[in-house]
């Protein structure tokens, strides 16, 4: 993320430079006081305030003409409960900080995604996740949280409001800002991991029965020669790339399994095995289909972008997450499989992106990642979202006059 002075005005660019605003104001406020000033400045303005932590949205989720308000000074772990498995933390607190302070409780995070440099109420807000199908994304994890809304109060949200914890796991920052989170962790573990390289066959053959029976399984399925590369994936030496996948496969072991940083076989602290490193050089739209048509939908896909898509170069990656209840997650009541697909900075790729959303949303019903590229309407989000109106609702209580929203939200959420 950037964020520089130009002049009177403020300049904000996301962490891959696709999204972008100038906010009449940044702010970086130091405590929740300081939060609330802000709020209440800018609804008495009649304006708009968005939050940010990283910037990792590839969306305009970010975007705001009014306050934009940083959490840079907003980070770090407050507390560790190992007896009640929570920790507490600031808004702005790295994926990635939780680690060592949890480890030496004896705790982790119940799951990671392959990035852990998101500020976590960013990655919960639009419920980022790991992979797995006993497990949920990063939003799933909260118990507790406090909430600065629209009229510049602090409302404190708990487990005694089933309901309203379950619209504050996935908010997409529409109902406030969240000024300190608690999280459910679990005990410390280490992963260990295999990596393979699989044929389109091997694929059909092993891909749905090792993430129903591991702790988790994923690849990046390459539609070109040239696309392990993009990622950094090591294919194995002399074999064909194209319609062959990198496979990442996962299983737990005791905290104390002593590290082994066997090449292609490692074993490690969880915190350590689950991030890889990117370059910035994608674009990315990320859809969830239900997990009983996993291989309908993976085939369905390969066969788009082999067929007739030339635009279709960077790998596929496919995942799995578990059920959960929160109101606009896309796990909302169903196990999935985790669709990605990217397009090139400084191309052209929408139709390319677009033909993906008519397959997966006209034909699988798909439902979309908040930070991800995506093309959901208004009418779709309460067809394929069962709780989205109840979020509607809460979302109007605690912001009436649609402070939180934005151009890319209002069309559907006002």
Not at 214 to 237: I, K, N, Q, V
Request: net charge negative; with cysteine.
């Amino acid at each position: 993320m950037s964020a520089t002075s130009q002049g009177t005005s403020r300049f904000f660019r996301n962490w891959v430079g696709n999204q972008s605003c100038t906010p009449r104001d940044i702010r970086s406020p130091a405590d929740e006081a300081e939060v609330q000033e802000i709020v209440r400045d800018e609804a008495a303005r009649g304006g708009q305030v968005r939050v940010v932590a990283t910037g990792h949205s590839f969306t305009p989720v970010h975007l705001t003409s009014g306050t934009l308000i940083g959490l840079d000074r907003l980070h770090g772990v407050l507390d560790v409960d190992a007896e009640r498995r929570r920790v507490t933390a600031l808004p702005g607190t790295a994926i990635g900080a939780f680690g060592e302070p949890l480890w030496e409780h004896g705790l982790a995070l119940k799951n990671q995604g392959d990035i852990d440099t998101q500020g976590i109420t960013g990655a919960m807000g639009t419920a980022t996740h790991g992979s797995g199908l006993g497990y949920q994304h990063l939003g799933a994890a909260l118990r507790r949280c406090r909430v600065v809304t629209g009229d510049g109060e602090v409302v404190e949200i708990g487990e005694d409001d089933p309901d309203l914890l379950h619209a504050a796991q996935v908010s997409v920052g529409m109902l406030g800002v969240i000024t300190e989170v608690e999280l459910e962790v679990k005990e410390a573990y280490a992963l260990r991991e295999e990596v393979a390289q699989w044929s389109i066959g091997e694929i059909r053959e092993r891909f749905v029965p090792e993430s129903e029976a591991r702790r988790h399984c994923s690849m990046f399925w390459c539609p070109t020669d040239e696309s392990a590369a993009l990622y950094g994936l090591e294919m194995e030496p002399g074999r064909p790339i194209r319609d062959s996948a990198f496979i990442r496969i996962y299983d737990e072991a005791p905290a104390d399994t002593p590290a082994d940083p066997t090449h292609r076989r490692r074993v490690d602290r969880s915190y350590r095995v689950f991030p890889m490193v990117y370059d910035p050089n994608f674009h990315e739209l990320e859809y969830f289909v239900r997990w009983d048509r996993a291989l309908e939908a993976f085939e369905a896909l390969r066969e788009l972008m082999l067929a007739s898509q030339p635009a279709a170069v960077f790998p596929m990656e496919v995942r799995s997450v578990g059920r959960d209840a929160a109101m606009l997650s896309p796990q909302h009541g169903q196990d999935t499989i985790v669709l990605s697909v990217s397009g090139r900075p400084g191309t052209d790729y929408w139709d390319y992106l677009r033909s993906v959303d008519a397959l997966l949303g006209g034909e699988f019903d798909a439902r979309v990642h908040w930070g991800k590229l995506h093309f959901l309407s208004r009418e779709q989000l309460l067809e394929r979202y069962p709780r989205a109106q109840d979020f509607i609702d809460v979302r109007r209580r605690l912001d009436p006059e649609g402070l939180f929203l934005n151009d890319h939200l209002r069309p559907l959420f006002a």
